[in-house]
């Protein structure tokens, strides 16, 4: 009350009536600013729709639209789909149409995507199919890819040796743990007949 008084002397303004015009024109500027108000959501619904971004990303590969819709459509995460092609066709030597067979025929098509690019980094130009489906044909393509650059950095492998060695699937387990107990017999199994009637 008192400040009212000084102020309407001095021919000024109170300071809340500066605060609440100014502070209404603040308010709403940094509602804009940080998103409270969205100017257009629509594009901002397509960022996290997975399909219309694996269609988008694939699109820009040039493929074709109806091959793109088949793909998209029948994948299960199509956006891991899409950057599995992107990735492979952007640093690779592969096109995107076969990275795009590739991607969709394996579970893990990032890692497959991984693969192809780290053993395809210290290879030749001519060796990127062989390295796309020795890739596809293993199961844990990351782990894959690591045994190939392992073993190519210490050893003098080209790449489709290391990649044959690595791939091998024989089993390795030495020697399974015993399934019985040493010095004693194991107990007979017991059958018990069930109560059918007899004809």
């Given at each position: 009350m008192m400040i009212r008084k000084i102020c309407s002397r001095l021919g000024t303004r109170a300071p809340g009536q500066q605060w609440r015009k100014g502070g209404l024109l603040g308010l709403s500027l940094v509602a804009l600013s940080v998103g409270l108000i969205p100017f257009n959501p629509a594009p901002a619904a397509a960022r996290n729709n997975a399909y219309d971004r694996c269609a988008a990303e694939l699109l820009d590969r040039q493929l074709s639209a109806e091959t793109v819709a088949l793909a998209c459509s029948a994948a299960l995460r199509p956006e891991e789909l899409s950057e599995c092609v992107v990735e492979i066709d952007r640093r690779t030597d592969i096109l995107a149409e076969d990275a795009l067979t590739r991607c969709q025929e394996v579970r893990r098509p990032v890692e497959l995507a991984t693969c192809v690019v780290d053993?395809?980094?210290?290879?030749?130009?001519g060796e990127a199919p062989l390295i796309l489906d020795f890739c596809r044909r293993s199961l844990l393509p990351t782990q894959f890819s690591r045994c190939v650059v392992g073993l190519q950095n210490q050893i003098?492998?080209?790449?489709?040796?290391?990649?044959?060695?690595?791939?091998?699937?024989?089993?390795?387990?030495?020697?399974?743990?015993?399934?019985f107990i040493p010095g004693r017999e194991p107990p007979a199994p017991t059958r018990t007949s069930p109560n059918l009637p007899s004809t």
């Open positions: 053993i395809s980094d210290d290879s030749t130009e003098d492998l080209v790449t489709s040796q290391a990649m044959s060695v690595c791939i091998d699937t024989r089993d390795r387990v030495g020697s399974p743990l015993p399934n």
